[in-house]
Antibody, heavy 123, light 107 residues
Framework: EVMLVESGGGLVKPGGSLRLSCAAS????????MSWVRQAPGKGLEWVASVSSTSSHIFYANSVKGRFTISRDNAKNSLVLQMDSLTAEDTAIYYC????????????????WGKGTTVTVSS | DIQMTQSPSSLSAAVGDRVTITCRASQGISKYLAWYQQKPGKVPKLLIYGASTLQSGVPSRFSGSGSGTDFTLTISSLQPEDVGIYSC?????????FGPGTKVDIK
């Protein structure tokens, strides 16, 4: 079964840091690009960051650029989101999601989602 | 950056009604548009990609159309299990922006 399991969420003070992890299983992780998507309480989905299968291409939303770092370890089937300089506006459920590929072409729409991990930024 | 808008922001319809949701991109994105459904308390689910291709396992009452800047998601006969929030997403190039969502419930 294809699965994504996020961990690392929690309560952090403004200005603090948090490291989210996503463990992938049931598919060839190293073949797929991956993304983080978040959802603030009562709000819509917000794309956060994406990384290509070999980490050669990395993309960030303007709202997190310079503060968040996405990375992956294909040997460990793991995706990471390092979040620094957190503010209350970063409070959200963070989803790990698999981007799609058709042959060798990667498309950044998400066909598999984890259940999410909750990040709360509050003093 | 390209902005994504959706209309309406919410709608209420009767079971069996035909429901149409619109998504608009501020610049052309060809057919690089996906639709997601998020039921209350659940994880988002991919419904449609390429503007009109139904993801495997999605009921045929869902359909998508459009290209360029204007797109629609249609539910041909609304069912009680279709209650939720529907969001579009562009994926032609980064940023892979989502629309603000349309909340659908049953009248």
């Amino acid at each position: 079964e294809v699965m994504l399991v996020e961990s690392g969420g929690g309560l952090v003070k403004p200005g603090g840091s948090l490291r989210l992890s996503c463990a992938a299983s049931g598919f060839s992780f190293s073949s797929f690009s991956m993304s983080w998507v978040r959802q603030a309480p009562g709000k819509g989905l917000e794309w956060v960051a994406s990384v290509s299968s070999t980490s050669s291409h990395i993309f960030y939303a303007n709202s997190v650029k310079g503060r968040f770092t996405i990375s992956r370890d294909n040997a460990k089937n793991s995706l990471v989101l390092q979040m620094d300089s957190l503010t209350a506006e970063d409070t959200a459920i963070y989803y790990c999601a698999r981007a799609t590929k058709w042959g060798d072409v990667h498309y950044y729409y998400m066909d598999v989602w984890g259940k999410g991990t909750t990040v709360t930024v509050s003093s | 950056d390209i902005q994504m808008t959706q209309s309406p922001s919410s709608l209420s319809a009767a079971v069996g009604d035909r429901v149409t949701i619109t998504c608009r991109a501020s610049q052309g994105i060809s057919k690089y548009l996906a639709w997601y459904q998020q039921k209350p308390g659940k994880v988002p689910k991919l419904l449609i990609y390429g503007a009109s291709t139904l993801q495997s396992g999605v009921p045929s009452r869902f359909s998508g159309s459009g290209s360029g800047t204007d797109f629609t998601l249609t539910i041909s006969s609304l069912q009680p299990e279709d209650v939720g929030i529907y969001s579009c997403q562009k994926y032609n190039r980064a940023p892979f922006t989502f629309g603000p969502g349309t909340k659908v419930d049953i009248k």
